[in-house]
């Protein structure tokens, strides 16, 4: 049966109002496919995929990018790269909410731009969708000038070169002359990027592209041999990394760029099928990552960090901590962090305070550069994440029981959470708000007091003491763990403090919780700086997909999500599945 086309439009995480098309059946479905169109172009370029692909009770969604087709805002641009991540989980939490589709009977498909936004979106969000098919995924663009990336990122620092003419014309897309006239033709094709995403597509899939084992999603990846648009050995160092058990690779090799529009694109069409029926046609399963601490790539990595450094590497990283434990001294911030750990609550209270300070002006000038890590941006972009994804639980419990309880099992001082409940006046909140160091309670006894906020308890605790927790009274329903769980290399922590947490919170109650899946800098981080024990700081990072599922583990559900422009920091909501 033919499917016709539905135009709707869904709002996004910023407000904004994006375009897109359904291909809905007539009869029941509880499947869908959802279509994501190459840089430049729009929703309706994808349409004759539908018919070709729909499978017995599935629906076909497409979406027109921000600044793409039909979809508001400057032309082929926004913030940044994350936007467009971000975008994609609103869209699919919007089909699964209008139309009841579990997550695991979503697949995706993207093309060129598309195909990388997907890499990018599996990879930052952990979705447990059953598949995607990546088409010719654009993780490095041929630009065909020397050295045009710094060049790129200079220009634009200087405030020149705004956006990027697109060389990409038909003749280098398609053999077929009809489909060369469709796209010369079409008046909602673009013929330029802004150059900040086009900066940001590289760095995020150079990102992906090298922890690629992060991503289990059942991919199939389509490559032309004759692409002058994209490069192939990008395409295949994320397949060899790629971390799902069902990976396939179907190589085109006559084939230009948008293998979807090319003479010969039904063989094409016929392979995604193919995939798509396998996958469909079997159980989901991707097994619970909760033992991930004992085996996988990550533990490798936090073994070889914890070990000593190749010669080459002892040197390099060697004069790095001499210089940060001498000259570094003088800025305000690496002295603190030499004092008390980097990874201490002092640290993160004069990161997140983020005023240059230290003995000479060199001093200053050096603790500028020392806030202005990509880390440390990071941080203090995960606090508004935060602060934001707090603010709207309570307000969404409120709503609905009229007061909130809620509990933070590991709050240091707790100035970020006495803010928050500070910017909720009209709000009926109370709040325990646990630590195991008295120091910090009695510091947030006297936040409180100057902030004038009200209902909270201060205790001392241990946030991976489950029994403990259990125990919480009144029970809470909104939990609260950030900047915690990171600290910790062992599940087995992990597990038991979200077992009690499990056990505490209202059915139906949530939990937010942070996590960091990457950083850029572990190894540097790990050779040069010391934790609050004057110990090396050395981190295991905890895929996404490994931190969703503990907390699935322990009776919780994600439901929404927020991520830092670099892929660093994420904060999530989870809500309590009743017990």
Same mark, same amino acid.
Request: aromatic residues 10%; charged residues 25%; contains cysteine.
């Given at each position: 049966?033919? /499917? ?148 790129? =990122? ?17 003749? *280098? ?25 086009? /900066? ?15 991503? =289990? ?11 002058? *648009? ?48 396998? *996958? ?41 901590? !001499? ?24 640290? /993160? ?104 906020? !009200? ?43 979200? =077992? ?20 850029? !800098? ?21 895929? !996404? ?30 809500? =309590?599945?009743?017990?």
């Amino acid at each position: 049966m033919t /499917l016709s086309p539905i135009e709707s439009t869904f709002k996004t995480w910023d407000g904004t109002e994006l375009f897109y098309r359904s291909w809905i059946p007539a009869s029941p479905f509880d499947k869908a496919l959802v279509l994501f169109h190459r840089g430049h172009e729009h929703s309706n370029r994808l349409a004759h995929l539908v018919n070709a692909l729909a499978l017995d009770g599935m629906a076909v969604f497409a979406w027109d990018a921000r600044g793409n087709g039909r979809s508001p805002g400057r032309r082929d641009w926004a913030e940044n790269f994350m936007a467009y991540e971000k975008d994609v989980a609103a869209f699919i939490r919007h089909l699964r909410k209008t139309h009841g589709i579990a997550e695991e009977n979503i697949a995706v498909l993207g093309h060129s731009v598309g195909a990388a936004l997907l890499a990018a979106w599996a990879h930052d969000f952990a979705p447990r969708i059953r598949a995607m098919v990546l088409a010719t995924p654009a993780f490095r663009i041929r630009l065909y000038v020397p050295l045009a990336i710094p060049s790129l =990122r200079a220009f634009y620092a200087a405030g020149f070169m705004k956006t990027v003419p697109s060389y990409v014309k038909a003749r *280098v897309l398609t053999h077929d002359p009809v489909e060369r006239k469709r796209i010369d033709e079409d008046p909602l094709i673009t013929h330029s990027i802004s150059t900040n995403i086009l /900066l940001d597509l590289y760095d995020t899939s150079t990102r992906v592209m090298q922890d690629a084992a992060a991503i =289990r999603t059942p991919t199939l990846l389509l490559t032309a041999g004759k692409d002058y *648009v994209v490069q192939h050995d990008a395409e295949e160092s994320f397949f060899q990394k790629l971390g799902s058990d069902v990976k396939q690779k179907e190589h085109y090799p006559e084939m230009f760029h948008a293998v979807f529009h090319e003479t010969g694109r039904q063989a094409v069409i016929e392979r995604t099928k193919k995939f798509l029926q396998e *996958v469909f046609a079997k159980p989901f399963e991707i097994p619970l990552l909760v033992d991930a601490d004992k085996s996988g790539y990550t533990k490798r990595e936090y073994d070889e960090l914890s070990k000593s450094p190749t010669p080459a590497k002892a040197l390099y990283y060697g004069f790095s901590k !001499q210089s940060m434990n001498t000259l570094g001294r003088l800025s305000q911030g690496i002295r603190l962090g030499y004092e008390s750990g980097f990874n201490s609550g002092r640290t /993160l209270d004069y990161v997140y305070e983020n005023q240059a300070r230290g003995k000479t002006p060199i001093g200053k000038v050096i603790d500028w550069f020392y806030l202005n890590s990509i880390g440390w941006k990071g941080i203090r972009v995960r606090r508004q994440m935060l602060e934001r994804l707090l603010r709207q639980t309570i307000q969404k419990v409120h709503a609905a029981q009229g007061s909130v309880h809620l509990v933070d099992i590991a709050a240091g001082a707790g100035r970020y959470m006495l803010e928050v409940l500070r910017s909720l006046k009209d709000t009926r909140v109370t709040a325990t708000l646990r630590d195991r160091e008295p120091k910090n309670l009695e510091q947030g006894r006297t936040i409180a007091q100057e902030f004038g906020v !009200q209902g909270i308890t201060f205790i001392q605790g241990d946030a991976f003491n489950g029994a403990d927790l259990a125990s919480l009274s009144p029970k809470p329903q909104v939990a609260v763990v950030s900047g915690l769980y990171e600290l910790f290399p062992d599940n087995g922590m992990i597990r038991e403090s979200l =077992r009690g947490l499990a056990a505490a919170v209202e059915d139906g109650g949530y939990l937010v919780y942070t996590n960091q899946p990457w950083h850029p !800098q572990v190894e540097l981080i790990a050779r040069t700086l010391c934790n609050w024990d004057g110990k090396p700081w050395v981190m295991r990072r905890r895929t !996404q997909a490994e931190m969703d599922d503990l907390i699935r583990e322990a009776g919780f559900e994600k439901e929404e999500m927020d991520v830092d422009p670099w892929g660093i920091f994420t904060v999530s909501v989870a809500r =309590r599945i009743n017990k």
